[in-house]
C-alpha cells in the first residue's frame, strides 16, 4: 500500500502522503521486524526521509502532508480544536524517529522536537479547544522514550489531565468523557481506548533510548 520511493495515506498506492498514517505504518512494521517477518527495509529509509521533509530542523515540529502544516481537524470543528493548540504530528514524528534507531546524540532533532511539545502539555481545558488524546497518545509514548526532563515534566501534567477526570461513578464509570478534537467522531469508546492507552505508555512498554 506504501507510495513508490514514499510512503502512506488513506489509500493503497495514490501519490497521497501524510505523517499521521506513516507513523502508525512504521509502529506495525517495526513490530512485525522485532517478531521476525521480513520487512522491507526501504519502508524505513523513506519513512525517515519524510519526516526529514516535513519537519523544521529549527524546531522538530511536523508536519502533516507538508512543512509547516498542522495537524487535521474536522471542518466543522476546525474553530473550536484550533490547529496551533496541538503538537500531534511533532509527536509521531518524534516517536518514529526512535523506532527508527535515532537518538538525541545523533540527531539533535529529537530534543528540539521535545522541547517544543513541552511547550503543548496536556490540560483538561474543556474551553479551549486544547483537549487532543490522539496527541496525547503519541506523545506521552514518544516523551517517555526521551526521559529525563522532559518525561518528568509530561508526566506531571499528564497525571493532572488524564488521572484525576476520569468518570468516577454512574454508567460512565472509568471513561473518559468525548469531549477533546476526536471526541464527536469517536465517542466515548475513543475517547476511553485512547486515554487508557496513553496511560499504559510507561508501563507497557519498554524505553528504547537508554
Known amino acids: 500500500a506504501r507510495n513508490p520511493y514514499k510512503v502512506w495515506r488513506y489509500h493503497p498506492r495514490d501519490g497521497n502522503n501524510d505523517s499521521s498514517i506513516t507513523g502508525w505504518m512504521v509502529m506495525a512494521l517495526k513490530s512485525a521486524k522485532d517478531f521476525d517477518f521480513n520487512v522491507d527495509k526501504k519502508a524505513f529509509e523513506y519513512a525517515r526521509a519524510w519526516y526529514d521533509e516535513v519537519s523544521d530542523p529549527s524546531t522538530g515540529q ?12 474536522e471542518p466543522q470543528l476546525a474553530d473550536r480544536f484550533p490547529a496551533e493548540k496541538t503538537e500531534a504530528m ?36 474543556e474551553s479551549d479547544g486544547s483537549i487532543d488524546l490522539y496527541y496525547w497518545y503519541y506523545a506521552t509514548y514518544a516523551i517517555f522514550q526521551m526521559g529525563g526532563r522532559h518525561w518528568k515534566a509530561w508526566k506531571g501534567h499528564l497525571n493532572k489531565a488524564l488521572v484525576k477526570t476520569q468518570c468516577p461513578k454512574g454508567n460512565s ?7 477533546g478534537a476526536w471526541g464527536e ?9 485512547l486515554s487508557a492507552l496513553t496511560l499504559q505508555a510507561y508501563f507497557r512498554y519498554t524505553r528504547l533510548l537508554r
Open 62 to 73: 511536523a508536519g502533516y502532508t507538508k512543512r509547516g502544516e498542522g495537524s487535521a481537524r
Open 90 to 125: 511533532t509527536a509521531v514524528g518524534l516517536l518514529t524517529r526512535i523506532f527508527l534507531g535515532d537518538t538525541p546524540d545523533d540527531n539533535p532533532m529529537l530534543l528540539q522536537a521535545a522541547d517544543t511539545m513541552l511547550k503543548r502539555p496536556p490540560t483538561w481545558n
Open 185 to 193: 467522531s469517536g465517542g466515548r469508546v475513543y475517547s476511553t481506548a
Open 173 to 179: 464509570k472509568g471513561s473518559w468523557d468525548p469531549v
